[in-house]
Each structure stands twice: as structure tokens, then as C-alpha cells.
């Protein structure tokens, strides 16, 4: 993740630090020969004076949890669980309710085709596109 000045903003920068990793380079290689194709310095002042904040590597949860930790520390943030409501909670005010709530969202899901299932592979939704064909 390159960070950028979202981080700086909400102030999780310091969190996601602790447990990520700062690589000196980035390197591309070709698949089939194994040469280098291309490499980008990250720690220097090329890169610097282009993206300004530092390139991290982390892991999705490390970086959700840090996320998280935030929102609970901010006073301004609250969380509503849909389970303990019995059914989709309302949002926040201020906010917009999800797409799946806003009107013409059946009308929407209907017109775009199959519902995708996150579980599925790549490889499972090209055999599914081809039986539908």
C-alpha cells in the first residue's frame, strides 16, 4: 500500500507502521525467463518527491485493525450491528444508506445479471459464463 494522506488524516499511520514492512525496491520480472524487467527504488528521492508518503507492505487485517481501533478511539464515530437489530440497521445520521437499500436497487441487482458469489474463483465464474452463453 502506498499510503497516501488519508492515513496521516485519520492517524492510523503510527498503528499500521508496527506491524508493516517498508521494501527498498520494487522489482518486475518476466514470468517465463526469469529477467528483470523493471525496478523502482522506494526509498529514494525520486520517489519521495513524486508520492511523498512512504510505500508499506501489510496485511489486510493488520490494516483493518488499525482501521477499527480508530474509528473506536474517535468520539464522532459509532457502530450499528444489522444482527442485533434483526435486520439491515439504519445508517448513521448523515450518511447514505447502502446501494442495496436505496430505491430501485431490486430494479438494478436484476438488470446486471447473476448475482456474483465472493467465494467463487476465477476460474469457477469463466466454466459459469460459459454454461450461461
Do not use: K
Not at 75 to 100: K, L, N, Q, T
Not at 112 to 132: C, F, K, L, V
Request: charge should be positive; charged fraction near 20%; aromatic fraction near 4%.
Amino acid at each position: 500500500m502506498s499510503l497516501t494522506p488519508a492515513p496521516h488524516r485519520i492517524a492510523v499511520v503510527g498503528t499500521v507502521r508496527r506491524t508493516a514492512v517498508a521494501p527498498p525496491q520494487l522489482v518486475m520480472m518476466d514470468a517465463l525467463s526469469g529477467d528483470q524487467i523493471a525496478s523502482l527504488d522506494l526509498r529514494g528521492a525520486a520517489y519521495t518527491r513524486r508520492f511523498t508518503y512512504p510505500y508499506l507492505v501489510t496485511h489486510r487485517t493488520d490494516l483493518h485493525a488499525a482501521l477499527l481501533s480508530a474509528c473506536q478511539e474517535h468520539p464522532s464515530v459509532g457502530r450499528v450491528s444489522a444482527a442485533r437489530s434483526g435486520g439491515e440497521a439504519p445508517p448513521p445520521a448523515g450518511r447514505r444508506p447502502p446501494p442495496s437499500a436505496r430505491p430501485n436497487a431490486a430494479a438494478r441487482a436484476s438488470s446486471s445479471g447473476p448475482a456474483h458469489d465472493p467465494g467463487e474463483t476465477a476460474q469457477q465464474q469463466s466454466g459459469r459464463r460459459e454454461q450461461e452463453a
